[in-house]
Nanobody, 123 residues
Framework: QVQLAESGGGSVQAGGSLRLSCAVS????????MAWFRQAPGKEREFVAG???????TYADSVKGRFTISRDNANNTVYLQMNSLKPEDTAVYYC?????????????????WGQGTQVTVSS
């Protein structure tokens, strides 16, 4: 059973930074494609950033240049560094893992999810 646990959310003023972490249980972390999604109140869950097992990355246009996804295979952890935060970044952020190792924009391509962590950016 693969389990994902996010941490690092919180409240910050616009222009600030946060780093989210996602700890993944299991011995095959390096094989997973990892991604971050977010869901704001009243909106659908949306792709934010993805990192394949081959270490290629993809970002949503709305966060490109501000967010960075990375992984530490030795510690089974994926990170999302968020800089220059905006009020529209406010959402619950979820970590997701895909057995195939790729990056997918659609949430149903990921078999494993964390419980989410709240990020609130005030103006």
């Amino acid at each position: 059973q693969v389990q994902l646990a996010e941490s690092g959310g919180g409240s910050v003023q616009a222009g600030g930074s946060l780093r989210l972490s996602c700890a993944v249980s299991g011995r095959t972390f390096s094989r997973y494609g990892m991604a971050w999604f977010r869901q704001a109140p009243g909106k659908e869950r949306e792709f934010v950033a993805g990192l394949s097992r081959a270490i290629s990355t993809t970002y949503a246009d709305s966060v490109k240049g501000r967010f960075t996804i990375s992984r530490d295979n030795a510690n089974n952890t994926v990170y999302l560094q968020m800089n220059s935060l905006k009020p529209e970044d406010t959402a619950v952020y979820y970590c997701a893992a895909a057995d195939s190792g790729g990056i997918y924009y659609f949430s149903n391509s990921y078999g494993y999810w964390g419980q989410g962590t709240q990020v609130t950016v005030s103006s």
